[in-house]
Structure formats: structure tokens, C-alpha cells
């Protein structure tokens, strides 16, 4: 098995925060969102601004406090004084409002910055506004993500899949297949309702085979709510719904 071998371009991110919960908690949300690719985690500043000499990312998410003798404010500092090969777009999340603070990382470089509580959903947001303002190319999500999962635009069953799974997200977690996915995406490609069937099934067939590494999650994830059972083309379609929506 491998992974497909269609490659579109993402925000390519680093993620640092002291706590290594928390950091596991982002690296398993950013590695889900198709506009991301997680090229590294961070407990430690230093450590961060070695990376970012050695290989330059677009976007770093950053806690204020990390590890070592160097936060989130040092590293701004530094990252202007040792001159990076390119300065990424940096987010500072912080515990509480320290109002003086949030200001002066503001003024080191910092992009933007949230203080917690806060949704990873919102966060993953302000990250794209911040990759979108520094000219970064992220196509349509929808499409990368489904990359991601295993299939090509070239699939012959793509561009119905893709209705289908637009009619899903559409409906919520809970829709009926043939009244809210399957007519609604017969009537937008003209096409017979077994048509789209059929398309389903060669797409499951093609996800099984390609059996890429987002893919394999739905799997597991699914496995353990549903032992025993197979993965089916309505199945699919509400795992793939919720996970695009960036649930």
C-alpha cells in the first residue's frame, strides 16, 4: 500500500508549546485539516529557531512559555537578529490577556495572537487568514483534503464523489443517502442515481486500496466506535463530512 502520489501545495506549519498533552492535542488536529502540513513540533524555543534556519516553514503556532531559556517573544527577537532565509507567519497563543505583552510581540512580528479558552477550529481559521496574507497558495480545501484522503481530480468517479460529499456536509452529522446525497448529486452531475452509486463504490474500492494515512485514521476511528463492522459508502461519506467541516 501506499500513500497517493498527487501532491497539492498547503500552509507548511510548525507547531511549539511547552506542554507535550497540548502539543499532541494540535499536531492531531493540524495533521486532519487538508490545508495544513505539520513539518514539525516544539517544546523548546531554541530548538524552533534551529529548524527554521534549517528549513523554512510558512506559518509557526507558538505558546507564549516554552521550554528552555528562549519564549515565544525571545524567538520573534531572534528570529529578526539571526536572519532566517524567509520569516514565517507567527501566532502566539497565551494563557490570559497580558495586555503589554501581547503588544510588544505584536511589534517583534508576531501575525496575530489568541488567548485561551479558544476553539481549535477558530484557531485553525486565523491561521489561514495569516497564510492567505502572506500569499500562500492553498487551493480549495474541499479538494486538497480529498487529495489528502486518497483520491485524484483525474478519478473518473471524482467529481461525483465530490457532490456527494458536498450534499453531506450540507445535511449535518445525520442525512439520509439516497433523498439528500444521492438524487441531489444526480440532479447537479445529470446523471442517473445508479450512476452515482456505482461511483461510490469504485470510490471506497479506490480509498481502501490507496489506503493513505488519513484515510487509515477514519478506519481506526471508526473500528473503535463500530468493532467488528465495514466501512460503507454512507459511513464514509459522514466520517469525511465531519472532518471537512474541521470537526
Same mark, same amino acid.
Given at each position: 500500500? &501506499?500513500? $497517493?502520489?498527487?501532491?497539492?501545495? *498547503? @500552509?507548511?506549519?510548525? #507547531?511549539? +508549546?511547552?506542554? %507535550? ?17 505539520? &513539518?514539525? $513540533?516544539?517544546?523548546?524555543?531554541? *530548538? @524552533?529557531?534551529?529548524? #527554521?534556519? +534549517?528549513?523554512? %516553514? ?190
Amino acid at each position: 500500500m &501506499r500513500e $497517493t502520489d498527487c501532491q497539492w501545495p *498547503v @500552509l507548511n506549519l510548525y #507547531l511549539a +508549546e511547552s506542554n %507535550v498533552q497540548q502539543l499532541t492535542l494540535l499536531t492531531d488536529y493540524f495533521s486532519m485539516r487538508p490545508e495544513f502540513a505539520v &513539518r514539525g $513540533t516544539f517544546t523548546e524555543g531554541r *530548538v @524552533l529557531l534551529r529548524a #527554521l534556519r +534549517e528549513r523554512p %516553514v510558512d506559518l509557526v503556532i507558538t505558546s507564549l512559555e516554552l521550554r528552555g531559556d528562549m519564549d515565544a517573544y525571545e524567538l520573534l527577537v531572534a528570529m529578526r537578529e539571526t536572519g532566517l532565509p524567509r520569516l514565517p507567519g507567527v501566532i502566539v497563543v497565551f494563557d490570559a490577556e497580558l495586555p503589554a505583552l501581547q503588544s510588544r510581540c505584536l511589534r517583534a512580528g508576531a501575525a496575530y495572537y489568541l488567548v485561551k479558552p479558544y476553539t481549535l477550529r477558530h484557531l485553525a481559521d486565523r491561521a489561514l487568514d495569516v497564510g492567505g496574507s502572506l500569499g500562500a497558495d492553498v487551493r480549495d480545501p474541499l479538494d486538497i483534503w480529498l487529495v489528502r484522503a486518497g483520491l485524484k481530480p483525474d478519478d473518473s468517479f471524482y467529481p461525483c464523489f465530490r457532490r456527494c460529499l458536498q450534499a453531506a456536509m450540507a445535511c449535518g452529522p445525520h442525512f439520509a443517502l439516497l433523498k439528500q446525497v444521492y438524487i441531489p448529486a444526480a440532479q447537479a452531475g445529470k446523471v442517473s442515481v445508479s450512476a452515482v452509486d456505482t461511483s461510490m463504490r469504485r470510490a471506497l474500492k479506490t480509498l481502501e486500496s490507496r489506503d493513505t494515512g488519513l484515510y487509515r485514521q477514519m478506519c481506526e476511528r471508526f473500528e473503535q466506535e463500530h468493532p467488528g463492522k465495514r466501512m460503507t459508502s454512507k459511513t464514509v461519506l459522514e466520517y469525511m463530512a465531519n472532518l471537512a467541516r474541521g470537526g
